[in-house]
């Protein structure tokens, strides 16, 4: 057991260095040089720093240091402690380990800074830790005003810093800002969840019991049949869920509607599926 442990602690350990690494790329080679600030204290470090030439890193880390002070006990000590260090890592990797400019082409450093923007921290977040910033702070309002959602409170901080980088810097350096920023969450996504999306199916039809044979027979995918009752004939019915891959969803569909032309089909696409003939989650 401690030994199992022991790896998957190296594993997040080294996800997470990885992650510090496509981050360093990512500013110092991309978005910094071409001064596109996509949000978070990063940014915020940015703005000050071309304004009074204080560095970027340090300016992030002291925003983050009273984060951390209030979030530390709430986040547990083992995801905190992995948080904090790389929070100060990724503040001294993007002052102390500098890496040339790649490209002064503002639509090459938005794509390419907001794509390797986002595997860093994606892998960040599956090594369990976080570099603070505007979704710890999000979280923190949230905490003492329930009403504001963490992902309502998130996009407004990111939004200010964006357009204030349109004041220090100039519109169009703005509007790449917002394009790295959508760049960047959408890969953190595809990091986080994997690029193997699957659908669930939910399938209503008086033919229940023919449909799920014979997708368990040609899809070899399990179904489950939930019991139903159709409100307005107050008629008892058997709902089917299925999960299956991309490439078997017309599959699925053609069964259903050949054996009830009259089924009633909803699809749901789930971008994380765990679980036997899916995606296997590891213990942490």
Known sequence: MLR????CEWMNLLQIAVGLFFCKISYNAFLIPNNIAAGGFTGVGQLINYATGFPVGVCAFLLNVPLFAFSMKKMGWRFGLRSFIAMILLSVVIDYA???PVTNDMLLATVFGGISGGVGFGLILRGSATTGGTEM???LIHRFMPTVRVGQATFVIDAMVIIASGFVFDAESAMYAVMAVFLSNTVVDLVLEGPNSSH???VISDKADEIAK???D???RGVTGLDGVGMYTMKEKRVLLCVVSRFEAMRL????????PAAFVVACKSHDTLGEGFKEEKQA
């Open 137 to 139: 702070l999000a979280s």
């Open 253 to 260: 569909r053609r069964i259903v509607f050949s054996i009830d």
């Open 98 to 100: 500098p890496f040339a």
């Open 214 to 216: 014979r997708v368990m």
């Open 4 to 7: 199992k442990w022991h790896n």
């Open 218 to 220: 040609e899809l070899e």
């Open 200 to 202: 669930a199916y939910f």
